[in-house]
């Protein structure tokens, strides 16, 4: 058994984002799904009815992915994006269909779209999910894009990386109290801890995505291993549920 120290960084993240992934060849799609990080658990399902059932249990996942042309002829494969498109990222990995396609899927609500045919493709596919599924993470509600104060301070905190609260309200044009009132009444959730969030997953993704140049030694690390241990039910709940969650209060 591996030690403490032997232990890869951000291992306690292992499997906390949770993708679905609808597609008619799972063989490839569980290939395909090798190629993500160990922050992510992937499900792969071949039909509609069995990732409809997914979807409706109380676990959420944080992003789908599915191929079109996969999903039947005409209006029948918009009926997926029609129906979940508001409630969670959908990313549309297309193996075929016409620019028409492109412009529907778009239409009907999904999130991104990405040719299987393009160049680094995968690469996109696995940048997608990491943006798209920190976003549905940090804001449960961002898909239905009412643009109100918590989608302009959902914004505001992956254009901006603010460090504190405080700049992160000044950002908004908001004081501490609102921005603190909005994600509380909004969503249940405690402004910090939201902050850390976003902060701790970016780090992971930089991890991840250069592990030979991250230095795990650093007092960032340091800090996103013990903030995130002192409050992991709380942090864990949010990301497992996503919705009017109790967050503890911490002083600031």
Not at 134 to 159: E, H
Request: hydrophobic share 40%.
């Amino acid at each position: 058994m591996n030690t403490e120290s032997e232990r890869i960084p951000f291992h306690f993240l292992s499997g906390l984002l949770r993708v679905l992934i609808i597609d008619t060849d799972a063989d490839a799609a569980r290939t395909r799904a090798r190629s993500f990080p160990s922050l992510f658990y992937t499900e792969v399902v071949s039909s509609l009815r069995r990732a409809d059932e997914l979807l409706c249990c109380s676990t959420r996942f944080h992003v789908c992915i599915h191929d079109v042309p996969a999903l039947g002829p005409d209006a029948a494969r918009w009926f997926f994006l029609c129906k979940y498109g508001l409630l969670l990222p959908c990313i549309v990995f297309s193996s075929g269909g016409s620019a028409r396609d492109g412009f529907d899927a778009y239409r009907y609500g999904a999130s991104d779209l990405i040719a299987q045919s393009e160049k680094n493709a995968l690469i996109h596919l696995v940048k997608s999910v990491s943006l798209w599924s920190l976003k549905g993470v940090i804001n449960p509600l961002y898909c239905q894009r009412t643009n109100d104060v918590l989608d302009k301070a959902t914004d505001a905190l992956f254009c901006g990386s603010p460090n504190q609260v405080t700049q992160w309200a000044l950002d908004l044009g908001l004081s501490d109290r609102e921005i603190r009132y909005t994600w509380r009444t909004k969503v249940g959730a405690n402004a910090k801890i939201i902050l850390f969030m976003y902060q701790l997953f970016s780090q992971a993704f930089k991890y991840y995505s250069d592990p030979h140049n991250y230095d795990v030694r650093s007092d960032v690390y340091r800090h996103c291993e013990e903030y995130y241990h002192m409050h992991r039910s709380v942090i864990n709940d949010y990301i497992a549920f996503g919705h009017v969650v109790r967050m503890n209060p911490t002083p600031f």
